[in-house]
């Protein structure tokens, strides 16, 4: 069993700051670095992909809607064009700057609403799928296990990675619960733990109404503006190693 452990990063903005992210990139194994739509600004980007770079962690470009006032959590209407030129331009200006530190970036992973809009969007899929064709189609993409972003990526040649979220609440139906419903995200540290090691070991996850529900995918995030979310990342990581799993990036 192989498992890459992803998280968010790089999401302060100014003199703000969200979350502890060099005591993160100590944990996982792949950093998804917000690419300045969402939250994130230059500065910020250099030092967290810097700080990826010295300790071996994976770089992902976490693109976005153009939305800092809401987080990239609301879901927009972007024409097509242009929703595939704005991915295109965080995902060049992320590269540019992860590579003048030593490195690159080696995946990427749509954040927030942009990310639960395309695992049902096909039009707003093939967007984002364009903007990674046109930069590097040999760039994997994150997305949900039942997501339409994997056929709109295999029409393009673009490699896609399944994902599963162990501090997220999942519908019946394999898809995230909502943000704005109560219990979406899970902030109890042996709940998350314990989840996390049902995803990698028996491939499934416990939906909100209670069933099991089949999952199979190769990274597992643990969001990195929660509450302790450095407490939930290595109790996942430490569930994981004790449960024999081995944690690799995948790219």
Known sequence: MVIDLNADLGEGFGIWRLGDDLALLDVVTSANVACGFHAGDPVTIRRTCAAAVDRGVSIGAQVSYRDLAHFGRREMEVEPEELCAEVLYQLAAVDGIARAMG?????????????????????????????????????????????????????????????????????????????????????????????????????????????????????ICVHGDTPDAVRLAQGVRDALLAAGVVLQAFA
């Open 103 to 219: 490195g690159r970036v080696s995946y990427v992973k749509p954040h927030g609403a942009l990310y639960n809009r395309i695992c049902r969007d096909e039009e707003q899929a093939m967007a984002v799928i364009e903007a990674v064709a046109d930069y590097d189609p040999a760039l994997p993409v994150l997305t949900l296990p039942g997501s339409v972003v994997h056929r709109v990526a295999a029409s393009e040649g673009v490699p896609t990675v399944s994902e599963a979220f162990a501090d997220r609440a999942y519908t019946p139906a394999g898809m995230l619960v909502p943000r704005r419903e109560p219990g979406s995200v899970i902030h109890d540290p042996e709940a998350v733990a314990a989840r996390a090691r049902q995803m990698a070991v028996e491939g499934s996850v416990t939906a909100a109404d209670g069933s099991s529900v089949p999952l199979s995918a190769r990274s």
